[in-house]
């Protein structure tokens, strides 16, 4: 159907956010008969079916349909939900994130003015309503990525963007071999890519993201997502992207230069501690990370001052400490099961 939206949210165990996500596009300026909504619930255990049920029950206005799967996998979940979609264009939304009540009317107009593109890649917004330390960096630190893909686009953020259901069901929707929640929007851009379809970035359809981080969850996301990439990476995907545009996904040179540089900076201060000349090695490493990292320091900074930005560095630093862990087990996995 033509300018219809077919909104797609997969949710697994996602009691404490699928409310406040359907609730918001419950609550769009966008008229309810130019799109609906379906929720594939992927094996959750606790109140998650219950709340979408609830949710139907009381806006019998609104087209939502609810499936219920058992696939422990983010694609294969999408692509049950894409399945019905029956309008020309495909929103995928995670059950984490809240739209603004304009964000479908931004799109629309959007999807109107650029009609020689399939998809169009939303972004995080600056605000997040967990307030948190982890949960605010983590927020801002996806927000300064996404914002700052460039053109051309070599990449899906699988959070909030919008695909043509013909470029979708024409590349075989995500890979059903990624499993959980894994890389499985980059390897869809990669297949969408090498059919020649297009990629807009669109910072104006920004969601908030309604995911409250720790210690604890942030390490075990970093962690494991750098353990995933370098494995997609040794299997030879998106190479020849990084040589060209200087992008390995979300990921610019500069942030992945910063990761031999800060593992370099223990090294060489150990060594300077049995000869002292070689400080200069290890502050020259650490005016090679601040080079690197000068945008993104300089945008926390203006987002939320001074102090949270020197704390931002200190976040900064452990994100790679635990980001080259993840990428040294995803070395080994991979040659191990080669």
């Avoid at 545009?245 to 900076?265: C, D, I, N, Q, Y």
């Avoid at 150990?270 to 990292?293: D, H």
Wanted: glycine share 10%.
């Amino acid at each position: 159907m033509t300018g219809y939206i077919s909104i797609v949210v997969p949710a697994r165990n996602s009691a404490l956010s699928i409310m406040a996500c359907l609730e918001a596009l419950a609550g769009q300026s966008f008229s309810r008969d130019r799109f609906d909504i379906t929720v594939t619930d992927d094996g959750s255990v606790d109140a998650t079916g219950r709340i979408i049920l609830e949710f139907i029950g009381r806006n019998p206005g609104l087209a939502v349909h609810y499936d219920k799967v058992n696939f422990a996998s983010a694609g294969r979940t999408r692509n049950a939900g894409a399945l019905g979609a029956k309008g020309d264009w495909i929103l995928f939304l995670d059950a984490d994130v809240i739209c603004p009540t304009d964000l479908l009317a931004r799109l629309g107009a959007r999807l109107a003015a650029h009609g020689d593109a399939d998809v169009f890649q939303g972004v995080y917004s600056r605000q997040t309503p967990c307030n948190n330390f982890f949960s605010v960096y983590k927020n801002l630190y996806t927000h300064f990525a996404l914002v700052n893909l460039g053109d051309p686009v070599r990449t899906v953020y699988g959070s909030v963007f919008a695909i043509r259901r013909t470029a979708f069901l024409g590349v075989g929707g995500f890979d059903p071999a990624y499993a959980g929640a894994s890389i499985e929007d980059r390897a869809l851009a990669e297949r969408l890519l090498d059919r020649g379809h297009r990629i807009i970035l669109c910072p104006e359809i920004a969601v908030a993201h309604n995911k409250c981080y720790t210690w604890t969850s942030f390490t075990e996301n970093q962690f494991r997502r750098s353990c995933e990439l370098a494995v997609f990476f040794l299997q030879g995907h998106q190479r020849q992207d990084l040589l060209k545009t200087k992008k390995f996904g979300t990921h610019s040179l500069g942030e992945l230069a910063r990761l031999p540089v800060v593992w370099a900076m223990p090294l060489a201060l150990l060594s300077a501690m049995y000869r002292p000349p070689l400080l200069i090695i290890f502050a020259g490493l650490g005016l090679a990370y601040f080079f690197l990292r000068r945008k993104f320091l300089g945008f926390l900074a203006a987002e939320r001052g001074l102090c949270f930005a020197l704390l931002g560095i200190m976040a900064d630093l452990y994100d790679v400490f635990v980001c080259g862990l993840g990428i040294i087990r995803g070395c080994l996995r991979y040659w191990v099961h080669v």
